[in-house]
């Protein structure tokens, strides 16, 4: 069983559309994260979200918005896509203790043109 | 500002060679830091975590060191394999944070 999944795996999609990245966890953790991966292959924290309590990245456009029906899910919302948003985005999640891991999913690579 | 540097962006070694890989950061005081391993197209996986207790971690080939008073922590792979060969990420919370935040990242390379 795939412990962190997340779909699609790639998405291709136009400038000014509006799309969804979805993230489930099956491990129980309590704490979820999205990252951004860039072209430079920096991982840099976008979200991260604690039973009902979200960190929102300072640096992060309110065109993305993280939405959590549930604490098995955390899934990204992007409005009015750039080109600039174009990257790998990970989803990952830990136990939200300070000492543990986390557990990245295999990463949505999407390419806004 | 808060920053976590990796020196090398990328480093080669010979197999069989120890690969040392350096993270610094500054205006962190972190109870712990982590290391991870990232391949092409893949997720970073979790390899050590290392207390600001502790002075040294092993695991099999690997081995960390963290030095909270140079601010540094140092990852050793020893008899090196090609298989190694992948992005290796420092990581760390500070205080009451609760994300963790990556390093760049070091690309190494083992050459058979």
């Known amino acids: 069983d795939t412990a962190v999944s997340q779909t699609p795996k790639y998405l291709v999609t136009q400038m000014g559309n509006d799309k969804s990245i979805k993230c489930e966890q099956n491990?129980?953790?309590?704490?979820m994260y999205w990252y951004k991966q860039d072209s430079k292959k920096f991982l840099k924290i976008m979200f991260s979200?604690?039973?009902?309590?979200?960190?929102i990245n300072e640096t992060v456009p309110n065109r993305f918005s993280p939405k959590s029906p549930d604490k098995a899910h955390l899934n990204l919302h992007i409005n009015s896509l750039e080109l600039g948003d174009s990257a790998v985005y990970f989803c990952?999640?830990?136990?939200?203790?300070?000492?543990?891991?986390?557990?990245f999913g295999q990463g949505t690579r999407l390419t806004v043109v | 500002s808060q920053k976590i540097e990796q020196n090398s962006e990328a480093l080669n070694i010979q197999e069989g060679k120890t690969a040392t890989l350096t993270c610094n950061y500054t205006?962190?005081?972190?109870?712990?830091l982590q290391w991870y391993r990232q391949d092409p197209g893949r997720g970073p996986v979790f390899l050590l975590l290392i207390r600001e207790n502790e002075k040294e971690k092993r695991k099999e080939r690997l081995k960390v060191t963290f030095d909270t008073t140079l601010k540094q922590s140092l990852f050793h792979i020893t008899a090196s394999q090609p298989a190694d060969s992948a992005t290796y990420l420092c990581a760390l919370k500070g205080g009451s944070a609760r994300q963790l935040t990556f390093g760049s990242g070091t690309q190494l390379t083992v050459l058979p």
């Open positions: 979200y604690n039973n009902k309590e979200l960190i």
């Open positions: 990952a999640s830990s136990q939200g203790r300070e000492n543990t891991e986390a557990f």
């Open positions: 205006n962190y005081s972190p109870a712990y």
């Open positions: 491990l129980g953790h309590d704490t």
